[in-house]
């Protein structure tokens, strides 16, 4: 199975989503974003590694850093390997006594433990393909082949597309391009309507 190396771009959240937030992934030696949407508190022990808060007491992904530390394991990658139904499924893959493992996850609890343990995320080609986008500033407007590709690439699942214009809102809001924005603005509202 072909993996795509990816690195955190971001955490974002929205009224519109009830609460969830939306973790924007990039892939290394391309252009391509995958958004994922998970829950406040993995979003919370995500954010705090990044900006290096330490709290009082170990949060559950800090005790379970510290419990493979202790079992002298390694954790050698995390792997986001499939999308069914909409979900994203996750392996944490550690080594222990020169044995490899794969352990079953959900991608928010992988990438928090990731973040910890300074392990590689990966992106399966496939999962890639079907749920990543590629922002519409990186296309070059004269580009019909990267047209094509953005057309191809563009994230199927309602979650997906949702996360992919939040993140398009805000870079528009940041860039002063209010008139794009409202355009997205319309479209987020759109799509969140059709439930």
């Known amino acids: 199975m072909q993996k795509v190396q990816c690195e955190i771009l971001g955490l974002s959240t929205s009224p519109s989503t009830g609460g969830a937030y939306a973790l924007l992934l990039k892939e290394l030696d391309g252009n391509r974003r995958l958004p994922i949407i998970i829950g406040s508190y993995e979003a919370q022990a995500i954010a705090l590694e990044i900006e290096g808060i330490k709290?009082?007491?170990p949060l559950t992904h800090d005790l379970l850093k510290n419990l493979i530390d202790n079992l002298g394991a390694t954790v050698l990658e995390v792997f986001i390997d499939e999308l069914r139904d909409n979900t994203f499924f996750a392996k944490i893959v550690i080594e222990v006594?020169?044995?490899?493992?794969e352990i079953d996850s959900r991608p928010s609890d992988a990438i928090?433990?990731?973040?910890?343990?300074?392990?590689?995320?990966?992106?399966?080609?496939?999962?890639?393909?079907?749920?990543a986008f590629i922002p519409?500033?990186?296309?070059?407007?004269?580009?019909?082949?990267q047209s094509d590709v953005f057309e191809e690439e563009k994230p199927k699942s309602k979650e997906a597309r949702l996360a992919a214009l939040q993140s398009r809102l805000r870079e528009a809001i940041d860039k002063e391009e209010y008139e794009r924005a409202a355009k997205l603005r319309d479209d987020i509202k759109n799509l969140t309507s059709s439930n």
């Not at 519409?136 to 082949?145: K, N, V």
């Open 55 to 57: 709290p009082p007491r």
């Open 97 to 101: 006594s020169a044995l490899t493992n």
């Open 112 to 131: 928090a433990l990731a973040v910890r343990t300074k392990s590689p995320i990966y992106v399966a080609e496939n999962v890639m393909k079907s749920a």
């Open 136 to 145: 519409s500033e990186e296309l070059s407007p004269d580009s019909e082949m």
